[in-house]
């Protein structure tokens, strides 16, 4: 792992992982807050509806997976072809996760005095994530170690 430059192996084996937990945690046991801080126009008054409560679930699920990705897939190799695949991987779902957010108005992407801290973990936290994956898989960084795959004879 030491080949590894610093700012990655703090990203993406701790600061990302632990905020990913705290997404699933809100999804998860704070459904109505997680709600509120997406959108508190739409956001249920009392009561979170079963099928929304589920479709929650389901994400805090997802963010779970996010998290073990990273936390234990990453930290268990330190072969550049796993991670660039993982980080690959999640790059499409930075862009996915963006897309989901559409709905909301183009100005969920750029309109930073509107943002409250749902929107901070949905946007600009995703801008980073996706900013340094793409800067890993550009090789910036990993002294001068193309990121192509080894072709297998």
Not at 23 to 49: K, T
Not at 102 to 113: A, H, N
């Amino acid at each position: 792992m030491a080949r590894l430059p610093l700012a990655y192996r703090l990203f993406f084996l701790s600061i990302e992982p632990i905020s990913a937990l705290v997404g699933a945690f809100y999804a998860q046991f704070r459904q109505r807050r997680y709600l509120e801080l997406l959108n508190s126009a739409s956001a249920p008054p009392e009561h979170v509806p079963l099928g929304t409560s589920v479709a929650v679930s389901q994400l805090a699920n997802m963010y779970f997976f996010f998290a073990l990705n990273e936390a234990l897939v990453l930290r268990s190799t330190s072969d550049l072809r796993v991670w660039r695949a993982v980080l690959l991987v999640l790059l499409i779902a930075d862009f996915g996760h963006l897309y989901s957010m559409k709905e909301l108005g183009p100005g969920i992407y750029y309109d930073v005095t509107g943002w409250n801290a749902g929107d901070i973990g949905n946007v600009p936290w995703v801008y980073a994530g996706a900013t340094l994956r793409m800067c890993f898989l550009a090789g910036v960084g990993l002294s001068g170690r193309p990121m192509t795959p080894r072709r297998r004879s």
